[in-house]
Nanobody, 123 residues
């Protein structure tokens, strides 16, 4: 079992940056693909960013390309989502997920999920 705990969310103004963290326990994340998803009120959960364990390759949703960066620190068993130039449309609950796939997973077919952290961006 893998337990995931997100942190770093908050209420910010448009244009600023936030860094979300996802700390894992129970298993090492070094052999898991990791992903960040988000769900805004009244909308379905959507893929934001993902990173493989095999070669560190990454994928991003078009809406966040160039603004968000996913990274992982296997020594700390933690995955990060650096979010720059935040926009009001980025407001959502952000979820971290882990999957035993060797490649980036862009669908929500992940094995483990965190509880989420709220990000609210005011205009």
């Amino acid at each position: 079992q893998v337990q995931l705990v997100e942190s770093g969310g908050g209420l910010v103004q448009a244009g600023v940056s936030l860094r979300l963290s996802c700390a894992a326990s129970g298993r090492t994340l070094s052999r898991y693909a990791m992903g960040w998803f988000r769900q805004a009120p009244g909308k379905e959960r959507e893929f934001v960013a993902g990173i493989s364990w095999s070669n560190g390759s990454t994928e991003y949703a078009d809406s966040v390309k160039g603004r968000f960066t996913i990274s992982r620190d296997n020594a700390k068993n933690t995955v990060y989502l650096q979010m720059n130039n935040l926009k009001p449309e980025d407001t959502a609950v952000y979820y971290c997920a882990a999957d035993r796939s060797w490649a980036v997973v862009t669908t929500d077919d992940y094995d483990y999920w965190g509880q989420g952290t709220q990000v609210t961006v005011s205009s």
